[in-house]
């Protein structure tokens, strides 16, 4: 059985920052994409960043851009978001996601959560202003 399970939210004050991880076990295929998606109270639930395991290659959304750094850890099997400079509308559940198969420079096309078939069950974030 293939699980996913988040940590590291919390709540922090505007420029803050946190760092969550994402560990994943039972997987039974040797490629895979990593998503982390967040939902805010009353909104669709968003793409933040994508990391490929083929070829290491990440993708942000343009609204975290230069603020937030996926990475993994391959033989932890963990991913992390580093999330720095937190702004109030960083609020939001984050969610990890798989997405099983090779992907090759990842990117915008890859933040679609309908292609990713395993979720953790999300962390909360909540910044302050």
């Known amino acids: 059985e293939v699980q996913l399970v988040e940590s590291g939210g919390g709540s922090v004050q505007a420029g803050g920052s946190l760092r969550l991880s994402c560990a994943v076990s039972?997987?039974?295929?040797?490629?895979?994409?990593i998503g982390w998606f967040r939902q805010a109270p009353g909104k669709e639930r968003e793409g933040v960043s994508c990391?490929?395991?083929?070829?290491?290659?990440?993708y942000y959304a343009g609204s975290v851009k230069g603020r937030f750094t996926i990475s993994s850890d391959n033989a932890k099997n963990t991913v992390y978001l580093q999330m720095n400079m937190l702004i109030p509308d960083d609020t939001a559940v984050y969610s990890c996601?798989?997405?099983?198969?090779?992907?090759?420079?990842?990117?915008?096309?890859?933040?679609?959560?309908?292609?990713?078939?395993?979720w953790g069950q999300g962390t909360q974030v909540t910044v302050s202003s």
């Open positions: 990391i490929s395991r083929t070829d290491g290659s990440t």
């Open positions: 996601a798989v997405r099983p198969g090779s992907t090759w420079w990842i990117g915008d096309r890859d933040l679609n959560s309908d292609d990713y078939a395993y």
């Open positions: 039972g997987f039974t295929f040797d490629d895979y994409a």
